[in-house]
């Protein structure tokens, strides 16, 4: 089952997103083929305010576990999270 994670940063966290981006990075390639997509939401600057990851998990029990494990989460980055579950119809390669 896929889920979409829609991450909002707290307010002037740019400084806390630079610092805990490698470790956040480290965490999603340790995902493997259960990260369909992955990148930040940005201003209109560029500048990055949050973060949408397309997961694939089992079920929202495990969905919320991996995303509480996220860096991001650990240090406090995150405004509000939602997880929402997602089908990916159109441009799925997995589905050709």
């Known amino acids: 089952m896929l889920f979409a994670l829609i ?3 707290k307010p002037n966290s740019l400084e806390l997103r630079q610092k805990s981006r490698p470790e ?11 990260l369909k997509a992955a ?5 209109d600057e ?3 305010t949050g973060t949408l990851a397309i997961i694939e ?6 969905i919320t576990e991996i995303a509480g ?8 980055l ?8 997602w089908k990916w119809l159109i441009k799925n390669p997995e589905a050709q």
Do not use: Q
């Open 7 to 9: 991450c909002t940063d």
């Open 46 to 48: 560029g500048k990055p």
């Open 39 to 43: 990148g930040p939401f940005t201003d």
């Open 24 to 34: 956040h990075l480290k965490f999603l390639e340790g995902l493997g083929g259960n």
């Open 57 to 62: 998990a089992a079920n929202r029990a495990a």
């Open 78 to 85: 995150f405004a509000s999270v939602e997880i929402k579950p």
């Open 69 to 76: 494990r996220d860096p991001y989460a650990v240090v406090g």
